[in-house]
Structure formats: structure tokens, C-alpha cells
């Protein structure tokens, strides 16, 4: 058998960002009318216009913002740049009445419907996966203290290298990726492993603005997760481990106190952590 030796692309991961934002279905509930077109993309253009007066923006840096804006869509790279930079003000803006669990952003590597693995508790991973394993459990609530008896986890994160099965190369298509039920108790139990902090290509347009800014491109270690129930508001949530050195500047700026997890040390192998979930009601 011959290796499939790809490496990891900026292209390629943007190009599947890409195609998963299209078939997310996300775009049909788009509705614009035209006094909110106006008003937000006259407040856009607006904004750019007052930053080239304000800087005296030369005709040398305005072509080098067109040539980038064109490569970021050649690299397929507008969903990590939109997630990266803008998401977590839009996540602040839907969640800012919720009373129950703070969320953070979704990012640009969600797939929806990963299975449910059989036993209901081991996360996908390949036979030799790296990495320190990590029992991740708690319970889902409601803001009244009910539990959720029907509520559903999906959990999806990077490896212990930091790649994202269906968006890095050479990874099986769920790795690490799953979908879990809570039992009559609401509770949980999830058997992973621990990710690696997590760095934005540095090969692609977005790479290219952070090298020449002289910023960094990492992420602090994270989970993804979206917690549902019916009657609830969907979570959607990353949870962080205590001490990673980008906890402090994540370059999404999606880490909050609320969502750093408590590491201990397992009665087996690797650490353990509990994490309750409390949901809002539908308004
Ligand atoms: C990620 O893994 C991520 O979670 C976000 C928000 C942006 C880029 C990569
Ligand atoms: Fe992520």
C-alpha cells in the first residue's frame, strides 16, 4: 500500500471550510431586508472610508489589501478569517440574555450529525491515537435546576497535533468527533483525549496577515461542543484546560472565565474533568 503522505494545507482546510459553510444549511434562514442591508453595509463601507482618511492609506497599501482580499477567497479562507476575527462579537450579540451557560464561538470545523459511537461514551480515535486520555463528564440542566433527561452533546476538537479530522489530511472522517446522550439523570460520561493548543494555517492569506502584523496564530487547547435539548436554546460552547499559554491571547478571542475546565488527575490513566451545562429555556 502506498503512504498518502499529504500534508496539511492551508487550501485544503479552507476549501472544506468552505464547503461545509455551503452545505450547512445556515444560508436559507438569510433574510435581509433592505432598511437593514443600508444601514449595516453603509456603516461598513462608512468604517473603511473613515480608516483610510484617518491612516492617509496610500494607492501601494490599498493594492495590497485588494490582492489579499482576493487570495483570502482563493485559499478558501473566509470562513476562518470571519470565525477568527468577527464571530466571537457576533456570539456576544445572540447570547448576551442568556441566563444559564456562557458559549463561545462554533468556528469553522463543525460537522454536523457525527455518529453516536455504540457503547455512547468513547470518542473515535484511531488505534495508535496520541495523546493524554481525558474523562470528560457532568451533568445538563435548566436555568431551574431541572435536569435534562433528553438532552444530546456533540463534542468535536483536534488531535493531540492539533489537526481536525475532514479538514487535515490522513485522518479517519469522525476521528474524534461524536455524538452523545445524557442518561435519565442528565449526566454525561465522554472518553477522549486531550487536544493540542491549535494553530491557524500559516500558509494561506490568513497566515500571511498574521506574519506580516507580527501576531501569533494560535489558539489555547480546546473542545468544541453543542449542548441541545428540546424546549432549550442551543449551546454551542468551547471548553479550555488551565495553564496553556494562549489562554490569555487566543487569537479568536473566544476563551471567558466561565469555560476553563477543572483538570484532575484520573483513577486510571490521564486526567479527568466534570463540566455541568446549564440551558436557557426558548424565549
Ligand atoms: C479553530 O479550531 C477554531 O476553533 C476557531 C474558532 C477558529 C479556527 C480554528
Ligand atoms: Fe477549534
Not at 85 to 96: F, G
Not at 205 to 219: E, F, N, S
Not at 250 to 261: G, Q
Amino acid at each position: 500500500m502506498t503512504q498518502d503522505t499529504t500534508e496539511a494545507s492551508a487550501a485544503a482546510s479552507g476549501a472544506s471550510a468552505t464547503d461545509t459553510f455551503r452545505r450547512s444549511g445556515k444560508l436559507s434562514k438569510v433574510e435581509a431586508s433592505q432598511e437593514r442591508v443600508n444601514e449595516l453595509a453603509s456603516a461598513l463601507v462608512g468604517a473603511a472610508n473613515q480608516i483610510i482618511l484617518d491612516k492617509k492609506v496610500s494607492y501601494d497599501e490599498f493594492n495590497a489589501l485588494k490582492a489579499w482580499l482576493i487570495k483570502v477567497g482563493e485559499d478558501g479562507e473566509w470562513p476562518l478569517f470571519l470565525d477568527v476575527w468577527l464571530e466571537h462579537s457576533v456570539e456576544e450579540v445572540a447570547t448576551e440574555h442568556r441566563e444559564g451557560n456562557k458559549g463561545s464561538i462554533e468556528g469553522p470545523y463543525y460537522v454536523p450529525e457525527a455518529p453516536q459511537p455504540a457503547d455512547n461514551r468513547t470518542m473515535p480515535t484511531r488505534d495508535d491515537e496520541p495523546g493524554t486520555p481525558l474523562l470528560f463528564q457532568g451533568q445538563v440542566r435548566s436555568t431551574d435546576g431541572s435536569v435534562l433527561p433528553d438532552a444530546k452533546v456533540e463534542l468535536w476538537q483536534a488531535d493531540a497535533e492539533g489537526f481536525y479530522s475532514q479538514f487535515a489530511p490522513n485522518l479517519p472522517e469522525w476521528n474524534l468527533r461524536g455524538t452523545f446522550t445524557v442518561d435519565e439523570q442528565g449526566n454525561y460520561a465522554i472518553d477522549t483525549i486531550q487536544p493540542a493548543p491549535y494553530q491557524i494555517p500559516t500558509d494561506g492569506a490568513c497566515g500571511q496577515l498574521i506574519a506580516a502584523a507580527g501576531w501569533h496564530a494560535w489558539r489555547p487547547a480546546h473542545l468544541h461542543l453543542k449542548v441541545s435539548a428540546p424546549g432549550h436554546e442551543l449551546l454551542t460552547a468551547q471548553l479550555y484546560f488551565p495553564g496553556d499559554e494562549h489562554n490569555d491571547d487566543d487569537i479568536a478571542s473566544a476563551v471567558k472565565p466561565e469555560l476553563m475546565l477543572d483538570i484532575q488527575p484520573a483513577e486510571g490513566q490521564g486526567n479527568q474533568t466534570t463540566y455541568d451545562f446549564v440551558l436557557d429555556p426558548e424565549r
